[in-house]
């Protein structure tokens, strides 16, 4: 069974579009993370949830809205889609917020902008 | 905001061979240190960490890495590396408060026959 699997794989979708991309995690994690892979290939933290509480938010543009419905479950929906959007999104949980065990990574969403 | 560099972005090496993946980090408070590894189609995987205690951490599969605060280091060592061990290899250091990661650019090995 897959830790951290996230939904779907590849999209490919036009500027103005509004999309979705779905995580869920069950290993009975406390915690979730949003991750952004540029080009260059840095993950940077967007949103961050712990028991489908906000905790992290980093600065991202308002078109990029997490939602989570229970503490498995952590969607991802993108309003008026723009071509530097385009990255490959990883969701993540670990057990807890303090980082100090390990945190599961699912295998990424690449998101094509066109 | 911390940040983490690592140089270089690929390592090509041949099977046996020992390798050294360097990774820096700016930040001028204690942090917890890991490095990930990503095989072709995978999301990240755990290699190992330092949190504190001995900087010396290994991983079960031989790799190790060394804690060098004064250098603000945490470079992957791997005396003989195998085919199997060709992937991406990411740096990590948590914020302040320890509850998120901030990534190197990743340094892809490329074990070679």
């Known amino acids: 069974d897959t830790a951290v699997s996230q939904t779907p794989k590849y999209l490919v979708t036009q500027m103005g579009n509004d999309k979705s991309i779905k995580c869920e995690q069950n290993?009975?994690?406390?915690?979730m993370y949003w991750y952004k892979q540029d080009s260059k290939k840095f993950l940077k933290i967007m949103f961050s949830y712990n028991n489908k509480e906000l905790i992290i938010n980093e600065t991202v543009p308002n078109r990029f809205s997490p939602k989570s419905p229970d503490k498995a479950h952590l969607n991802l929906h993108i309003n008026s889609l723009e071509l530097g959007d385009s990255a490959v999104y990883f969701c993540a949980s670990s057990p807890e917020q303090v980082l100090n065990t390990e945190a599961f990574f699912g295998q990424g969403t690449r998101l094509t902008v066109v | 905001a911390q940040s983490v560099t690592q140089l270089d972005s690929q390592v090509p090496v041949f099977e046996e061979a020992p390798v050294e993946l360097r990774c820096n980090y700016s930040?001028?408070?204690?942090?917890?240190l890991f490095w990930y590894v990503q095989y072709p189609n995978q999301g990240l995987q755990l290699l190992l960490k330092y949190l504190s205690g001995s900087t010396l951490v290994e991983s079960i599969n031989g790799f190790e890495a060394e804690f060098n605060k004064s250098q603000t280091s945490f470079h992957l060592r791997k005396p003989s590396v195998h085919i199997s061990d060709t992937a991406e290899y990411f740096c990590a250091v948590t914020g302040s408060d320890f509850n998120k990661f901030y990534f190197g650019s990743g340094t892809k090995l490329n074990v070679k026959p």
């Open positions: 290993l009975g994690h406390d915690t």
């Open positions: 930040s001028s408070v204690s942090v917890y």
